[in-house]
């Protein structure tokens, strides 16, 4: 019989103290590192917004998350939270052994495991530390992790650390997240309903989700609203308005990208600047952008894209239809499969893109072609040749030459010839210079250059900061290659009055509450208001009654210049309204020919049009009148109206030309 009682107390004590020598035994063989969750830095999506606040996207590596510090959690949540998931957090140290015995004697009872003890000390510690594997080993780790981890951090920061690393359905990581992803709410603006939603979700993210299982989740919730009435942590007010409310939930993307070229561009752009963990680092980046410009700038495109291929269509059917064909061009052999666009605009005063579109559609095409296709300008770059002249003195009364010529040159030791030609085909003799840039002529233009002297031409071209200028007469046909950007950069220099302004994408970026990057406005003086406000009335000319028609704006004035490259490869338009300026281009991502009446008016015409009506519905109370800057001089010569400063002076009258009239009268 002693035998027996020693036997059974051995036993005993074996049962009593196992636990403690298991518990050793982890304790010294184990490495317990916890430092992940001392030193917590989990990764963090950065938020994208445009100029008024409005997200455009986020973008994460792998999981998506928000973080909430502990001051942004509102202390109904933790009451939520410990309610259903952990009542006696704040009195155990990390291991509720009354929770656990309870847990064991139901599991015994049911043959199986029925209940979890877990603390939300432990629940952190098996999300961040451990795998996911039924082991005894396991759970003593979670256990001695759990004793440990309450040692070094405070209750309020292992709740912060829990709330923003548990997984809450739908991909979203971090309670923040949950609030804005199901909600579109920040966490202060969460009803109790919502937040019982959030905090029951951890138990079971995919059955409780309400994106999936709605009726479920109220479900849940409503045992959370139960348990806080039970306890007392809410009155009856509370309890029932929260039982009856059926909140609105939402199912987003977790990217919720509305502008994807934008999002491109400033993940290029931050690394350009040194930030190398966009995707995890929790920044919030506020752009320039107008999303809903950004949207109607994509309308736009796609409207004169779709325009274009219906001409087309109609050109083929013709072609079809007639014996006679054009035998230097074949409609038939035109692919418009690989046309496509791209649209910018700034504001013209601080050189903030307000829209950026890259193609037609991003879809088909993420190459981004307004800030990395460079192809010539045609006669879109004629302004600058111009505005060169205007500030010399030169005036829009002054008479150019608009004849043939025919310019002899040397290349590889070789004498070649060069005759460039008009578009129309034919030669004006002397004409004015504004209606030389008003109807686009190339011989006038190159005339100009050769009048003025190529050295000086490129020397004066200089101050625009245009680089790569080929050191020839071609360049009066716009022969460099620039992207769209860069020559809405260069357009600034008319659209803001003789000031160059860079432009800017990226305003500012902050990183927990710090501003990390501001951007740093650049500007340059080109010319006087004057000789700018000349150039604007030239251009406003291009628009109303010249190669730019297609461009016109009911009810606001614009001013621009169409471009179009030999053989029709490339199709532009250039131009600004009193506040805005916008470039087009269109064009074959191989570089062979658009259809020859495809020009710059013609399809890239349309689009800026149809962008500023959209502009004007959105803002009807935009400038819509240029401003005469103090110095102009209106004239009107043969019933049009001139305009001249002190610098681009108006003609001498007959008297003046003649110093003798005054003695004959």
């Given at each position: 019989?002693?035998?027996?009682?020693?036997?059974?107390?051995?036993?005993?004590?074996?049962?009593?103290?196992?636990?403690?020598?298991?518990?050793?035994?982890?304790?010294?063989?184990?490495?317990?590192?916890?430092?992940?969750?001392?030193?917590?830095?989990?990764?963090?999506?950065?938020?994208?917004?445009?100029?008024?606040?409005?997200?455009?996207?986020?973008?994460?590596?792998?999981?998506?998350?928000?973080?909430?510090?502990?001051?942004?959690?509102?202390?109904?949540?933790?009451?939520?939270?410990?309610?259903?998931?952990?009542?006696?957090?704040?009195?155990?140290?990390?291991?509720?052994?009354?929770?656990?015995?309870?847990?064991?004697?139901?599991?015994?009872?049911?043959?199986?495991?029925?209940?979890?003890?877990?603390?939300?000390?432990?629940?952190?510690?098996?999300?961040?530390?451990?795998?996911?594997?039924?082991?005894?080993?396991?759970?003593?780790?979670?256990?001695?992790?759990?004793?440990?981890?309450?040692?070094?951090?405070?209750?309020?920061?292992?709740?912060?650390?829990?709330?923003?690393?548990?997984?809450?359905?739908?991909?979203?990581?971090?309670?923040?997240?949950?609030?804005?992803?199901?909600?579109?709410?920040?966490?202060?603006?969460?009803?109790?309903?919502?937040?019982?939603?959030?905090?029951?979700?951890?138990?079971?993210?995919?059955?409780?989700?309400?994106?999936?299982?709605?009726?479920?989740?109220?479900?849940?919730?409503?045992?959370?609203?139960?348990?806080?009435?039970?306890?007392?942590?809410?009155?009856?007010?509370?309890?029932?308005?929260?039982?009856?409310?059926?909140?609105?939930?939402?199912?987003?993307?977790?990217?919720?990208?509305?502008?994807?070229?934008?999002?491109?561009?400033?993940?290029?752009?931050?690394?350009?600047?040194?930030?190398?963990?966009?995707?995890?680092?929790?920044?919030?980046?506020?752009?320039?952008?107008?999303?809903?410009?950004?949207?109607?700038?994509?309308?736009?495109?796609?409207?004169?894209?779709?325009?274009?291929?219906?001409?087309?269509?109609?050109?083929?059917?013709?072609?079809?239809?007639?014996?006679?064909?054009?035998?230097?061009?074949?409609?038939?052999?035109?692919?418009?499969?690989?046309?496509?666009?791209?649209?910018?605009?700034?504001?013209?005063?601080?050189?903030?893109?307000?829209?950026?579109?890259?193609?037609?559609?991003?879809?088909?095409?993420?190459?981004?072609?307004?800030?990395?296709?460079?192809?010539?300008?045609?006669?879109?770059?004629?302004?600058?040749?111009?505005?060169?002249?205007?500030?010399?003195?030169?005036?829009?009364?002054?008479?150019?030459?608009?004849?043939?010529?025919?310019?002899?040159?040397?290349?590889?030791?070789?004498?070649?010839?060069?005759?460039p030609d008009n578009y129309e085909k034919n030669y004006?003799?002397?004409?004015?210079?504004?209606?030389?840039?008003v109807h686009s002529r190339n011989l006038a233009t190159?005339?100009?250059?050769?009048?003025?002297?190529?050295?000086?031409?490129?020397?004066?071209?200089?101050?625009?900061?245009?680089?790569?200028?080929?050191?020839?007469?071609?360049?009066?046909?716009?022969?460099?290659?620039?992207?769209?950007?860069?020559?809405?950069?260069?357009?600034?220099?008319?659209?803001?009055?003789?000031?160059?302004?860079?432009?800017?994408?990226?305003?500012?970026?902050?990183?927990?509450?710090?501003?990390?990057?501001?951007?740093?406005?650049?500007?340059?003086?080109?010319?006087?208001?004057?000789?700018?406000?000349?150039?604007?009335?030239?251009?406003?000319?291009?628009?109303?009654?010249?190669?730019?028609?297609?461009?016109?704006?009911?009810?606001?004035?614009?001013?621009?210049?169409?471009?179009?490259?030999?053989?029709?490869?490339?199709?532009?338009?250039?131009?600004?309204?009193?506040?805005?300026?916008?470039?087009?281009?269109?064009?074959?991502?191989?570089?062979?020919?658009?259809?020859?009446?495809?020009?710059?008016?013609?399809?890239?015409?349309?689009?800026?049009?149809?962008?500023?009506?959209?502009?004007?519905?959105?803002?009807?109370?935009?400038?819509?009148?240029?401003?005469?800057?103090?110095?102009?001089?209106?004239?009107?010569?043969?019933?049009?109206?001139?305009?001249?400063?002190?610098?681009?002076?108006?003609?001498?009258s007959e008297a003046e030309l003649n110093p003798e009239?005054?003695?004959?009268?």
């Amino acid at each position: 019989m002693k035998i027996i009682k020693k036997i059974f107390l051995t036993i005993f004590i074996l049962g009593f103290l196992s636990p403690f020598l298991i518990l050793g035994y982890y304790l010294v063989n184990v490495d317990y590192d916890i430092s992940s969750l001392i030193d917590y830095k989990p990764s963090v999506t950065t938020r994208i917004y445009d100029k008024n606040g409005e997200k455009i996207a986020n973008i994460f590596y792998k999981r998506h998350r928000y973080y909430a510090s502990f001051d942004e959690i509102p202390p109904r949540i933790i009451e939520a939270l410990l309610a259903i998931e952990d009542t006696t957090f704040f009195e155990h140290r990390g291991v509720n052994p009354d929770a656990i015995f309870r847990a064991i004697i139901k599991d015994i009872k049911a043959g199986k495991m029925v209940e979890g003890a877990s603390t939300i000390t432990q629940q952190l510690v098996k999300n961040r530390l451990l795998t996911r594997e039924k082991k005894l080993s396991r759970k003593v780790k979670e256990l001695i992790y759990s004793i440990k981890l309450e040692q070094d951090l405070t209750k309020e920061q292992i709740l912060e650390r829990y709330l923003n690393e548990i997984y809450f359905g739908h991909a979203y990581y971090g309670i923040k997240t949950a609030a804005d992803g199901y909600f579109h709410k920040n966490l202060d603006e969460l009803t109790l309903k919502e937040m019982a939603i959030l905090v029951g979700l951890p138990k079971a993210p995919s059955s409780y989700a309400p994106t999936k299982n709605y009726e479920i989740s109220m479900g849940r919730a409503n045992r959370v609203i139960s348990r806080m009435y039970t306890l007392g942590w809410i009155d009856d007010v509370d309890y029932n308005k929260a039982l009856a409310e059926s909140p609105k939930v939402f199912d987003d993307t977790l990217t919720q990208n509305k502008a994807p070229f934008i999002v491109d561009e400033v993940v290029r752009r931050a690394g350009e600047i040194g930030i190398t963990d966009i995707r995890t680092g929790g920044y919030e980046i506020y752009t320039t952008i107008d999303l809903r410009l950004q949207e109607a700038a994509e309308e736009s495109l796609k409207f004169a894209y779709e325009g274009s291929l219906e001409r087309i269509r109609g050109y083929k059917e013709q072609e079809a239809k007639s014996l006679k064909k054009d035998s230097t061009f074949e409609i038939s052999d035109i692919n418009t499969s690989i046309l496509n666009g791209a649209l910018v605009s700034l504001d013209s005063k601080t050189g903030d893109i307000l829209a950026l579109v890259g193609s037609v559609d991003y879809t088909k095409s993420s190459y981004n072609r307004a800030t990395q296709g460079h192809r010539q300008p045609g006669s879109a770059f004629k302004p600058f040749i111009y505005q060169v002249a205007i500030d010399l003195g030169y005036s829009g009364a002054t008479k150019l030459i608009d004849i043939a010529k025919t310019y002899t040159y040397e290349k590889n030791g070789e004498e070649l010839k060069w005759q460039p030609d008009n578009y129309e085909k034919n030669y004006k003799g002397l004409i004015p210079l504004r209606e030389a840039l008003v109807h686009s002529r190339n011989l006038a233009t190159i005339n100009l250059v050769n009048d003025i002297g190529l050295t000086q031409i490129l020397r004066e071209l200089k101050k625009f900061g245009i680089a790569n200028l080929p050191p020839d007469l071609s360049l009066a046909l716009g022969t460099i290659s620039l992207s769209p950007l860069e020559l809405a950069h260069y357009y600034t220099s008319f659209a803001n009055g003789g000031i160059q302004v860079k432009p800017h994408l990226i305003s500012s970026i902050d990183k927990n509450g710090r501003t990390v990057y501001e951007k740093n406005e650049e500007s340059l003086f080109i010319t006087e208001k004057t000789q700018a406000f000349i150039m604007t009335t030239i251009l406003k000319d291009v628009v109303t009654r010249g190669t730019g028609r297609r461009a016109r704006v009911k009810g606001i004035e614009v001013a621009g210049k169409t471009g179009t490259t030999n053989n029709n490869m490339d199709g532009w338009f250039a131009g600004y309204s009193p506040t805005i300026e916008t470039v087009v281009w269109f064009g074959n991502d191989d570089n062979t020919p658009m259809y020859k009446k495809e020009t710059g008016g013609r399809i890239a015409g349309p689009a800026f049009s149809k962008y500023y009506e959209n502009v004007l519905k959105l803002y009807p109370q935009i400038q819509r009148e240029f401003e005469v800057p103090e110095g102009i001089i209106e004239v009107t010569i043969d019933n049009k109206k001139e305009y001249f400063s002190d610098i681009s002076k108006p003609p001498r009258s007959e008297a003046e030309l003649n110093p003798e009239a005054e003695l004959v009268f």
